[in-house]
């Protein structure tokens, strides 16, 4: 007999933290700072433990990241929020940096992507700039504050967090503690079909690999992984960052999302993309963001919930294989 559980590859053990960052400032929009709850409510937690193909998986809820907005030397005109942004990202790498320090999985679940400036940041630090970065989104996040038409930090992460931009946030406050060190070449996007074009000439210029839906339809996602695979980890010896905003999926999938762009993968292939990181050993952070509760009827925000859920537990080794009956006696 077949399900849609997922089977566990996990048979040697895996410590894995599960980190809140109920954040929502970075976006424009209210809703994606409820996702936290909502995900863990539904259910997340019970269907990590309590799964009887799994007994060696260690999980520990590290709850919800505290933070205050920092108090600015001097106002900040061009991104939105800023000081709450930047309270929020610092606290997010310290807490991130300690949860792989513990030799954990560090799973982050958001709030809206621009958190991931500071789960990026941890993970570096914590392995002295040796991990590879795979962004799944329909969106590109590297403007930097002078190309952002919109000035919402979500659609920045990549640029504070990459080491030949780093000279673009140098003139902002409050930012001493970041370390920036991550090469634009250890970066591969994959489901990107709504780019900017200084984003497009971000890319091009500095070369990271970036795979838009034409090639995921063309090549398929087994392919597509083995490609951004051997760009940005040619030697399998980085720890991999994981980025998953949900809406890399298609809005049919998850509609419950701010900005969602039609034409996306599937829940197959983004589940299908998570276990092939899982399956490398390498797999240092997951960060899963940009659910919005607020958005859509209650039947979109349930498939929504599900479908993250579903992409946490791929993370953390379950398959999709589905278990071995019982036969009666």
């Not at 900040?76 to 949860?99: L, M, P, Q, T």
């Not at 070449?185 to 489901?191: L, M, P, S, T």
Request: glycine share 10%; net charge negative.
């Amino acid at each position: 007999m077949f399900g849609r559980e997922f089977n566990s590859l996990n048979k040697e053990g895996k410590k894995v933290g599960i980190l809140g960052v109920p954040f929502s400032k970075g976006n424009g929009k209210t809703g994606a700072e409820q996702a936290p709850t909502a995900i863990l409510e539904h259910g997340l937690l019970k269907s990590l433990t309590n799964f009887d193909a799994n007994p060696n998986l260690d999980v520990e809820d590290f709850g919800e990241v505290k933070f205050s907005s920092k108090k600015l030397k001097r106002p900040v005109s061009d991104i939105k929020n800023y000081a709450e942004f930047i309270g929020c990202i610092e606290r997010v790498s310290k807490r991130v940096h300690s949860i792989i320090e513990e030799g954990r999985l560090c799973i982050t679940i958001g709030g809206d992507h621009s958190i991931a400036a500071g789960t990026v940041d941890g993970h570096a630090r914590a392995k002295d700039g040796n991990i590879a970065i795979l962004w799944i989104d329909a969106h590109a996040d590297i403007n930097t504050p002078k190309t952002s038409h919109t000035g919402h930090p979500h659609g920045m992460p990549l640029s504070f967090v990459v080491k030949e931009l780093r000279d673009h946030w140098s003139e902002y406050p409050e930012i001493e503690w970041r370390t920036p060190i991550v090469p634009a070449r250890n970066i591969a996007y994959i489901g990107l079909r709504s780019v900017d074009d200084y984003e497009r000439l971000i890319i091009d210029r500095l070369g990271i690999t970036a795979f838009g839906m034409d090639e995921v339809d063309d090549l398929g996602i087994p392919e597509i992984m083995r490609r951004a695979l051997k760009v940005i980890d040619p030697e399998q010896n980085r720890s991999i960052h994981l980025s998953f905003d949900i809406d890399g999926l298609d809005p049919l999938e998850a509609p419950a999302t701010g900005t969602p762009v039609r034409g996306g993968i599937t829940l197959r292939e983004g589940i299908q993309i998570v276990e092939t990181v899982y399956k490398t050993g390498r797999l240092g952070a997951f960060d899963l963001c940009e659910v919005n509760p607020q958005m859509g009827r209650e039947e979109d925000v349930r498939k929504t919930l599900q479908a993250a859920t579903d992409l946490i537990k791929a993370a953390t080794g379950h398959r999709r294989s589905g278990r071995t009956a019982k036969i009666p006696t």
